[in-house]
């Protein structure tokens, strides 16, 4: 079965098209990044009106490379429809229900955060094994879902005010940098030497030792900008301090999120973690939370760095195993789409 995928919910406009959903037969992204980078984040309707102009090519460069020559080769259409910018949002949705119309296929509404998780059954020669822990980390959300089965899921924690994602979205913009700001943010956390004398910097780990499995990343924000007040100040806001700072900020976020999901996969007793989203990109939170389950019976999966971030072949996977299909007259972008289940 061939699956279309969808997903224009935020920066990224993509059409994938997946086999049975694990084979990805295309996978085109094209991200307006650049574009956000000059501005310093997302203008939701700038963002809309390059979708616009994205989806058709993109659409076509995503046949082509699957070598599909027409839309009626395929079985059915999946796309985002939420949670995300509703100009973006509705770009993607509006092309599927075309399509749908038009070809007469199946169109299946999709969940973008959940389907993040799906980027772990796509190119996988092993596939994730139930109960399974779920971390979605992305620019909007940080949440903690228990899978038994494919449509057995649970949200069992989540952040109480900002994302991981947006954690390093706000500081690099408060640092003089660009957007996003978790590549950015590593790259300089990359160049600092971690011997323990050379680290001044001590940001606090909020909710590390809670009792619960919410996390709590807005606080980090207000320590990060009283540490470059501090050192502007004494006019040490220099390159060093800028690798020091990153450093400190990407072990404080990882260490919560590993703490956590080791936390969560001990009480639920799953036999794999699932990770997803676009922080699931970042090299030390893979390393991380590869290290502390290297020693048990517990499978890491995480996405490869282009399924971490937002992509079409997700959506189309997800479908797969979430074949419902809905009338395109029902099918609404919806923005603030629930992820507690
Ligand atoms: O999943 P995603 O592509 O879009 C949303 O659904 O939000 O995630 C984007 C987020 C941004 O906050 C970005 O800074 C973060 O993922 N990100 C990273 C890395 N690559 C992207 N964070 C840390 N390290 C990375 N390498
Ligand atoms: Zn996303």
């Avoid at 809309?48 to 989806?55: D, N, P, S």
């Avoid at 590390?208 to 990343?217: E, Q, V, Y």
């Amino acid at each position: 079965m061939r699956i279309l995928g969808i997903e224009t919910s935020a920066d990224e406009t993509s059409v994938s098209i997946v086999e049975n959903g694990t084979k990805i037969l295309s996978n085109v992204v094209s991200s307006s990044m650049e574009l956000h980078d000059r501005t310093g984040g997302i203008i939701p309707e700038i963002a809309a009106r390059e979708q616009v102009k994205l989806i058709l090519p993109v659409l076509d460069a995503s046949l082509q490379d699957a070598h599909v020559s027409s839309v009626s080769q395929i079985d059915a259409i999946a796309v985002t429809i939420g949670p995300g910018l509703i100009g973006s949002l509705l770009v993607g949705v509006e092309t599927a229900k075309t399509l749908s119309y038009l070809y007469d296929k199946p169109l299946i509404p999709i969940n973008h955060i959940f389907a993040h998780i799906y980027a772990n059954w796509l190119n996988k020669d092993k596939e994730p094994e139930f109960p399974a822990l779920a971390l979605v980390v992305s620019g909007g959300h940080t949440e903690l879902f228990l899978l038994t089965s494919h449509t057995e899921w649970k949200w069992i924690g989540g952040t109480v005010d900002d994302a991981a994602g947006e954690a390093f979205d706000k500081t690099s913009r408060l640092m003089g940098f660009g957007y996003p700001g978790g590549p950015i943010i590593a790259s300089h956390a990359k160049e600092w030497n971690h011997l323990k004398e050379n680290n001044h910097i001590h940001l606090p780990r909020p909710m590390i030792g809670s009792k619960d499995l919410n996390f709590s990343f807005s606080g980090l924000k207000t320590a990060v900008m009283r540490e470059v007040k501090k050192l502007q100040d004494a006019d040490q806001f220099n390159t060093r301090a800028v690798q020091e700072l990153s450093y400190e900020l990407q072990e404080t976020i990882t260490d919560v999120l590993v703490k956590k999901t080791i936390a969560a996969s001990k009480e639920h007793s799953v036999y794999s973690v699932l990770l997803g989203g676009g922080v699931s990109a970042n090299q030390r939170l893979k390393e991380k939370l590869t290290k502390a389950f290297q020693e048990t019976s517990v499978r890491v999966f995480i996405p490869e760095p282009k399924l971490c971030t937002d992509n079409g072949a997700s959506i189309a996977c997800m479908a797969y195993y979430h074949n419902t299909p809905v009338s395109w007259r029902d099918v609404q972008a919806r923005p603030d789409f629930e992820v507690e289940v």
